[in-house]
Each structure stands twice: as structure tokens, then as C-alpha cells.
């Protein structure tokens, strides 16, 4: 198993109905407890463990889903109120080295995860099929985003990443 992409990368072929639709949303909506539940027992220096040799350590994980999650939330609500912006890329890579990933407790991603999904889960059921067809532009990739695509990209996202976290415990030994 490739232990960077442990569920394998996203890939989705053919239209988003309104069924995949709802599936993609039940992951966000379900991802803050069970990515609380990964975790609740886990020690600092559990928490400070790489899932992978080479890979982010768990603490860092869990504070670039919370990242990660807010900048598609703002990708979310741009796509809805201009028409085809072109969205800010960042380095996730750069932002798991600074501090409030490095050093801050886990506690606030966790709390800010929670929040921002009960937000953005408001947000996502309210959105009609026309809204979920409305686009971005990804100067990074070069690409133009559905938002439904966007929304399927993060349903993976956060399972991808709650994986890197339950298979290290479970290699492990942990739980």
C-alpha cells in the first residue's frame, strides 16, 4: 500500500448527481467526529509522530485539514458570489511548518473543523444544482473547478487524510 494515498487519489468519472452529491456532503458533515474520535487518546508524542516516513507529523495533519478545509469553504463562497474567480493558491507545505502547526495544540484545529463544517455543511445543502455547477479558476493548476468536483475533492480530502491518522494507530499499536 502506498502510505501517501492510503484510500488511493481522488478520481471521479462521468456527471455529479444530486445521490453522489449527498454522499460527498455526509463525509464532510461526518469527518469532525471522526476525526476527533482518531485522536482523543493520542499523546504528545503520538501527536508528533509522521504517518510515513517523510510525512507530516499527526499534529500537523490535523491542523492542514483545518487549513486545507477553510480555504475550499472561501472557494465555496467565492464561486457562489462572482462569476469564474480566479481563486489564491497557498503552500500547504510552508503552512504545516509555521508555528500555529507546529506548536499549537490540536484542540483548536479540532474546534475550528467543527465549526467551519457545520458552516459549510449549511451552506453546501442549501446550494442548488446551478450553484453546484458554478466554477473557479485554479491559477496553480492551471484548471477550471466545479464546485461540485470541489466538493467531491474535499469529501476525499478529509477521508485521505483521517486515514493517514487510523493507519498509523493501527500500525502501530496504538489503539
Known amino acids: 500500500m502506498d502510505l501517501r494515498y492510503p484510500i488511493g487519489q481522488f478520481a471521479h468519472a462521468g456527471d455529479i448527481d ?28 503520538q501527536l508528533n509522530t509522521p504517518y510515513r516516513d517523510g510525512g507530516w507529523q499527526v499534529r500537523q495533519v490535523v491542523h492542514h485539514i483545518a487549513d486545507s478545509h477553510m480555504n475550499s469553504l472561501i472557494r465555496f463562497k467565492l464561486a457562489l458570489t462572482e462569476e469564474h474567480p480566479t481563486i489564491r493558491p497557498y503552500y500547504e507545505e510552508r503552512w504545516a511548518e509555521l508555528a500555529d502547526t507546529t506548536d499549537e495544540p490540536i484542540d483548536s484545529a479540532l474546534e475550528l473543523i467543527d ?8 451552506l ?31 469529501s476525499w480530502h478529509g477521508r485521505h487524510h483521517l486515514s493517514h491518522i487510523t493507519r498509523l494507530a493501527d500500525r502501530s499499536g496504538w489503539k
Open 18 to 45: 444530486a445521490e453522489q452529491r449527498e454522499a460527498w456532503i455526509r463525509d464532510i458533515a461526518e469527518l469532525p467526529a471522526l476525526l476527533k474520535e482518531a485522536v482523543k487518546d493520542l499523546s504528545e508524542e
Open 115 to 122: 465549526a467551519m463544517h457545520r458552516k459549510w455543511i449549511t
Open 124 to 154: 453546501l445543502r442549501a446550494m442548488s444544482e446551478e450553484q453546484f455547477a458554478r466554477t473557479f479558476y485554479h491559477p496553480g493548476s492551471g484548471e477550471t473547478v466545479r464546485l461540485d468536483t470541489n466538493l467531491g475533492i474535499y
